[in-house]
Structures are given as C-alpha cells and as structure tokens.
C-alpha cells in the first residue's frame, strides 16, 4: 500500500464523511420537530440527575407525563420546592407546599457500641452479608455496615462515619429514598425534615437480649413512655417508638433521661421549623 | 425481464430474514402487532433502496477509481447510519405515535446486518445501476412481507391457546422457523 493510497483513503472518507454531516444538518433543520417549549422548561426545572425515584426513565420522560397532566409536579420526590412551584405556575396548576423528606438513619450500632459476633469475609455487601450470617456485628436488626446505602446514593448525601455507621448530610439529602431501598435491614427511613426527634434504634428483641448486643439499643425501659405521659412515646414490641401525631414541637424532650442514649434530635431544629 | 427476476430474487427465493438469517433483531422485535410492524418494513425498504442507490454510486464512482475497495464496508456503513438519521428525523416528524412504537429499533437499523449485506451482496453480484436500485427494493419488500407476515401470525397467536412451555419467545422463534422452512421451498428457482 503506498502513500498516495492511503492518503486517498483518508480524503475519500473525509469527504465522505463532510458530505453526509452537511446533508445531515440540513436536513434536522428541515425537519425539526416542534416541540412545546414547555417542555423543555420543566425538563431544566426538574433535577436532571434522572435518578428514576418518580418511576419514569428520566427527568424528561417525567418531563412529558407532567406537561400531559398524568403526574403532578410534585411527584418528584428530589425536586426542591422552589422549581416544583416554579412548574406548577408554569402549567397554571395550584401549588402545593411539600415538606421535603430527608433520610434518617435509625441505628446507633456502629463499632463502638455493637458487639462484634464473628469475622466475616466475603463480598463486602450488606446484602450479602445479611443473606449469609448477618454480618460481622452481633444485632440482628441492627446497620451492618459495609455500606450499600453510602454505595446507591446518587447525591453523596450518606457517608459512612469513621465508627462505621452512615451519616445523612440533611442538606444535600433529597429524599429520593435509594438507601431506604438498599438496606437490607430496613434501618434507614424517610421523614420530613422537621421532624427531629427519633428513636435510633431498630431493636425489637427483649432488653436484655438488646443490651447484650449493643450498648445503644433500646431496651424498652419506658422512662421516655412515662415521662412523656404517653402523649409522645409508647413502647411497642420491645421499641420505643415516636408518636409524630402529638409528639409536636414542644415540650422537648426525654432524650437525657433515656439510659442508653438512644433518642436523639437529629438535625438543627431551630433551622429545620 | 431481467429486472422482475433480480426483485424476485432479493425478495422471494434469497430473501433476506427467511433465507439468509440476516436482521432477525427487528424482525423478532417489531413483529409484535402489524401495524408497527409494516411500517418498520417500509422505513427498512427506504433505508434499502437509498442504500443500494448510493452505495452502487460510491462504489463505482469513487471507490473503484481511486483502487480504495478496502474502504468497501467502513464507507457503507457511513452511508446507512446517515441515512438511517435520516428516516428517524424524517418519521418523527411526520408521526410521533409511530416514532414511539418503532423505539430503540429504529436507530437499530444503522445496525441491521440485512442492509449492510444487502450493500455487500450487490457488489458480489456486480449488478448495474438499476439493477443495483431493484435489488434494494426487492430486499427491501422481502423483508416487509416477512415480518408483516410474522406479525400477523403473532396477532394470531396472542389469542391461541399455545402450550404453556412455548409461550412468548419460544414458539416465536418456532414461528420463524416454520416460515423460513417455508421459504426454503422457493430455492432453487431462480
Ligand atoms: S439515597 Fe438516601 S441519603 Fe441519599 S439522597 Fe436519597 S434519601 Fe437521601
Ligand atoms: S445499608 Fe443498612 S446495614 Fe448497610 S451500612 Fe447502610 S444502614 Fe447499615
């Protein structure tokens, strides 16, 4: 093969390749398809990270369903409340207020306070590792701690504490509700965000049982239940649960009365109203 | 005379999917309800035919002066995938419904093997120009009759009463098997 050959052979396709590209231009322009420019609007107002929570493949399929009034604006569990307005004007519809739902992580068993039952190896997944024996650390109900909720999340908003436990960063959390679905254990849920008080503790087995696990774990003494005359925490199953229903703002709280520390205010509640 | 046998050809007795196995994705794909199903068959057939028409010219014209023949399939796979831009802008244009039935196979047609061969095979064959516009257009038409075919029987099956274990893939591949059993009696003629 000589140069000039090759040197026709790159020409060729080259110009080849110009020819079609201008052909090709010229026709999109001719037969551009209009589209309502509505569209393309909510389609820059929704997120855009097409993380799939609504159920649509992407932003702009969701994009579609709401401009043909299938979906409600607010049905994008991770657009902020600002452009879910901003669409709803948009469409003419009525704005509804969402409270934004973050996660919160109900387990307080990290290395420190979860006893360790046995060495595991194998695929580092809570998945997995629940599938098999249930991990390293001795709860049952409890964060085993390889991170499959630090893995699914698509804003970086769970990150793992050097103790091993996930922590939710609540202003970058949209409460997409990936790492609700990931844990194996259930441990992680979805709350609006002002909602502060929260039991850490997943724990349902009887207190001695839970004590011997974990030096966090409820173990349903009932002094919150008391304390609060029942209009705020009750004991159910051996967990102390949070009624939200009365469990208001004020008054705050038996989180220093409970022994092992397991009622936490999570957030900045001042910030957070 | 000449020219009805080369349609004949491509579109009966070597017809593309029954004989040669070629573009079975789409075929299988779009073959579920004949309505999509036909009008893949006429997006293939243009994709075809102007594939034959431009492929012969630049074959011809452009290639065989300059002795770049080894350019051969990188050059005609140029001209499909432009062509098959073509066709998606154009049929979303001028039918949306249509464009979302047709879906990802649309665009697969830059990769439906049947075209490319039919390029490949036009040369093998040395046809003249317009030997070369009918051969495509024959392929073309072969391929419609054979998925609308596929396609209507499908429609048919949906309310058959198919054994449990054959239902869905299975007796669709069976489908095309028995069809392409069928076409095999056609070789030979021509
Ligand atoms: S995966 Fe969890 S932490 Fe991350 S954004 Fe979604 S809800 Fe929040
Ligand atoms: S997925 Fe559940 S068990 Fe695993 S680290 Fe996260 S919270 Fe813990």
Known sequence: ?273 | MNLLLVFISAAVVNNYVLTYFLGLCPFVGVSKKLGPAVSMGLATTFVMTMTATVTWLIYYLVLIPLNLEFLQIVSFILVIASLVQLVEMFVRKVSKPLYDALGIYLPLITTNCAILGLALFMVLKEYNFIESIVFGFGAGAGFTLAISIMAGIREQLDIADVPEPFKGAGITMITAGCLALAFMGFAGLI
Request: hydrophobic share 40%.
């Open chain 1, 1 to 273: 093969m000589t140069v000039i050959t090759i040197l026709y052979a790159i020409l060729t396709m080259g110009a080849l390749g110009a020819l079609f590209s201008v052909g090709l231009s010229i026709a999109s322009k001719k037969l551009s398809v209009e589209e309502d420019p509505r569209l393309i609007e909510i389609i820059d107002l929704l997120p855009g990270s097409n993380c799939g929570a609504c159920g649509f493949a992407g932003c702009a399929a969701m994009a579609e369903a709401i401009l043909k009034g299938d979906m409600e604006p607010s049905s994008c569990p991770v657009a902020n409340s600002e452009s879910i307005e901003k669409i709803s004007k948009l469409l003419g519809l009525e704005v509804k207020e969402k409270v934004r739902n973050v996660a919160v992580v109900l387990c307080r068993g990290d290395r420190k306070n979860q006893k360790k039952k046995a060495e595991y190896i194998g695929v580092e997944s809570c998945l997995a590792a629940h599938l098999v024996g249930g991990g390293e650390r001795a709860c049952n109900w409890g964060c085993i701690g390889f991170g499959d909720c630090v893995d699914v999340c698509p804003f970086d908003a769970i990150y793992m504490s050097p103790d091993g436990i996930p922590v939710v960063d609540r202003d970058k959390c949209t409460g997409c509700g990936k790492c609700v679905e990931a844990c194996p254990r259930n441990i992680i849920e979805l709350h609006p965000i002002n909602r502060n008080v929260f039991v850490l503790c997943k724990n349902r087995d009887n207190p001695r049982l839970a004590r011997s696990v974990c030096s966090a774990a409820c173990i349903s003494c009932g002094i919150c239940e008391r304390a609060t005359g029942g209009e705020g925490f009750k004991v159910i199953d051996n967990l102390a649960v949070v009624d939200y229903e009365k469990y208001t703002k004020e008054p705050i709280l038996p989180t220093d009365k409970c022994p092992t520390k397991c009622i936490v205010i999570v957030g900045d509640p001042e910030k957070e109203k």
